[in-house]
């Protein structure tokens, strides 16, 4: 599948060179004048990687890079800077709140097609790194224990969690958004049909087309609408609630 860029640039002959040259280079393009626009097309196409320029108008730059950054379904996705801007300080500036790179106009093509390879190479390699051990799992027909460690990228860091730490995965269009015990949420490009076949079945239960819980983590359970019922995560962890074909399983396991 071909990898999707994201373009912010407020300077419209800039913005259709961009788009030109890496249409010819097979990615998918997707694109904005303004920082606001641009965010808001970050959250509802998730790109692999975004390409914005600093000076621009309703957001800038920084702006655009720190709202993408206190989303978890965007914090992730690298991010380079093309801009005018030359001095240090801005420079420090940009990778301070994350930037992945910093390119200056007028851009060479070369650079600029090899940044974007060697983010989008790691960017990858960290994802398949992150799924390769559930992937191995649904291959073999087996499951996780309830204390065994996955390998995830939590905020850019890649870390350990147990399985028992998932409170619950949420289905979002073509991704799934697991939320974990100190509420951090990941974005996953994988189905609940996936997490139904890895995660143990003693700890864990679809209760809608859309919701997998924590069974540990039920506090109460109500009927609700027309024959739903409505589950209580403790914690504050949320509400959720359950289609009536799923309620005589969570009644059997609990």
């Avoid at 420090?92 to 060479?108: F, H, T, V």
């Avoid at 994988?190 to 087309?209: A, D, G």
Wanted: net charge positive.
């Amino acid at each position: 599948m071909d990898k999707t860029i994201l373009l912010i640039e407020d300077d419209p002959d800039i913005l259709k060179n961009l788009e030109i040259l890496l249409l010819q280079e097979n990615y998918r393009v997707i694109s904005s004048v303004n920082g606001l626009d641009g965010v808001t097309l970050a959250k509802e196409n998730i790109p692999d990687l975004i390409i914005c320029d600093i000076l621009m108008p309703k957001m800038n730059g920084y702006e655009v890079l720190q709202a993408l950054s206190l989303d978890p379904s965007t914090d992730t996705i690298p991010f380079l800077f093309l801009t005018a801007k030359t001095e240090i300080k801005d420079f420090r500036k940009g990778m301070g709140l994350g930037a992945d790179d910093y390119l200056i106009k007028p851009y060479d093509i070369d650079d600029l097609l090899n940044a974007i390879s060697i983010r989008l190479n790691k960017y990858y390699k960290i994802k398949g790194d992150q799924l390769k051990q559930l992937d191995q799992k649904v291959n073999s027909n087996t499951q996780l224990s309830k204390n065994e460690r996955i390998f995830l990228t939590i905020n850019n860091t890649p870390q350990f969690i147990k399985t028992k730490s998932i409170i619950y995965i949420i289905a979002e269009r073509q991704y799934t958004n697991m939320i974990i015990k100190d509420r951090t949420q990941i974005l996953f490009r994988r189905s609940l049909s996936y997490w139904e076949k890895v995660l143990p079945e003693s700890l864990f239960l679809r209760i809608h087309r859309s919701t997998i819980i924590n069974l540990d983590y039920i506090s109460k359970v109500e009927k609700w609408f027309q024959n739903s019922y409505k589950v209580y995560l403790a914690n504050d962890f949320g509400q959720f609630i359950m289609s009536k074909r799923f309620a005589s399983k969570l009644k059997s396991r609990l």
